[in-house]
């Protein structure tokens, strides 16, 4: 399998660079690519955006909107870009389309997938560990199931802060470690946790976080640990379901 | 019906005082509460922090946790308290308990419902503007019900910010006015999102905002607007479903 997941939060230069790298090289020789937009309300905008941005590494972007059979557009593809927004409406229509089987078995057979933030958390086995509003009643909320953990895109250290005229004061909400506590009290785990700017690269049996940010580890019994830019994280692809 | 609902972030002597002062005089002759503690993992610990910070208004608090029979302690409750922590676990806990169809016909005939933060989800349609992780597969995110729109509890406005030593950058995933406004996109609404430390009164056919903090408005088709401390909101009560 070959995948690369983003945790989203490209609001530096930094962070959009090492993007950019990422998916350039892990595309080599794709020509086009099946974007998919559905996580946002609207396509077109969507694609425009990404083409604005730079965010489509010089390739043809085609997108499942668009096509008039999304089983064909899947079946098709040479590569897959899954973006990011709301994970609930993500899946929903990648439900109501009827292609998550489909998808999962053709990127279990080799087609590249990349996912940020909302794409990242579809490539999990559920979407149990999204920061997202739960803005659509889903059946289920079992996922793609391509890596067999959990991971929190967006991760942050600590406490929230909000800005009150020059003032800083400390959200009085669950910090994201306390969250992602409460779900190991409930599933099993383990959840890598990528904070804003950290890239997963998978090749086969090899793991990689890649870009700045590095992640955090949440497993069962354990103390939560730093996982550092750069660290080889193939062993979390041995995690047991 | 009667009905108080907190928006939870109790981390200023201001809104604690709010709270617990809204909270004494909802309760009036009322002498024993019936508290819910299913939203947090450890439900003796959850009843002895009410205790030690004086959440309880003097009352004796009969936890239905310790209840051998939970649906014959909502039947004989004089009021009840669900307390906060992740929504998802207080609805599963709830749904599997039985006891929601219940709880909403006692409230209806006038038994007073005291919500904070996860409490005050549960008491909407569906806890679908919830900010929690979901941590459970629920079979359905309906609620109580209560009253007739969604609330977003612990509503921030603007970015959040993520502290670097001396230094604040803002976080590079959604607003919460983002995610309120996505799940507009999905649902007719409208939410009242409450900040921190506001509280929301309901007595019959009158809503009112007390404590500081205050809230905003989202509807659909309409721009969203600001709720002052102390306004009337009776007319909320009047949403269409």
């Known amino acids: 399998m070959r995948i690369l997941l983003g945790s989203g939060g490209l609001s530096t230069e930094e962070r959009r660079k090492a993007w950019r790298d990422a998916f350039e090289t892990?595309?080599?020789?794709?020509?086009?690519?099946?974007?998919?937009?559905?996580?946002?309300?609207?396509?077109?905008g969507y694609v425009r955006m990404m083409v604005e941005r730079g965010f489509t590494a010089g390739r043809a972007l085609d997108s499942i909107h668009r096509a008039k059979d999304p089983k064909a557009a899947?079946?098709?593809?040479?590569?897959?870009?899954?973006?990011?927004?709301?994970?609930?409406?993500?899946?929903d229509r990648v439900q109501k389309a009827g292609v998550l089987p489909l998808l999962?078995?053709?990127?279990?057979?080799?087609?590249?997938?990349v996912g940020i933030s909302a794409g990242t958390n579809l490539a999990c086995p559920s979407i149990r560990t999204t920061n997202d509003m739960p803005i659509c009643e889903l059946r289920s909320t079992a996922a793609l199931g391509l890596v067999p953990f959990q991971i929190n895109a967006h991760f942050t250290d600590g406490a929230y802060f909000i800005r009150h005229g020059a003032r800083y004061r400390p959200y009085g909400g669950e910090t994201r470690e306390v969250r992602l506590l409460e779900f190991l009290e409930e599933n099993p785990g383990p959840v890598l946790a990528l904070r804003e700017g950290a890239i997963l690269h998978v090749e086969g049996a090899k793991a990689r976080l890649v870009g700045p940010g590095?992640?955090?580890?949440?497993?069962?019994?354990?103390?939560?640990?730093?996982?550092?830019?750069?660290?080889d994280v193939s062993f979390l692809l041995r995690a047991k379901r």
Do not use: I, M
């Not at 020789?29 to 077109?44: G, I, M, T």
């Not at 899947?74 to 899946?91: F, P, S, Y």
């Not at 999962?104 to 997938?113: H, K, M, N, T």
């Open 104 to 113: 999962r078995r053709r990127v279990a057979a080799g087609l590249p997938y």
């Open 214 to 231: 590095g992640g955090r580890l949440y497993a069962r019994g354990k103390p939560p640990r730093d996982l550092a830019p750069g660290l």
């Open 26 to 44: 892990f595309l080599g020789k794709v020509e086009r690519v099946l974007f998919v937009p559905w996580a946002l309300e609207d396509h077109d």
């Open 74 to 91: 899947v079946r098709d593809a040479q590569a897959v870009l899954v973006g990011g927004g709301n994970t609930w409406r993500l899946l």
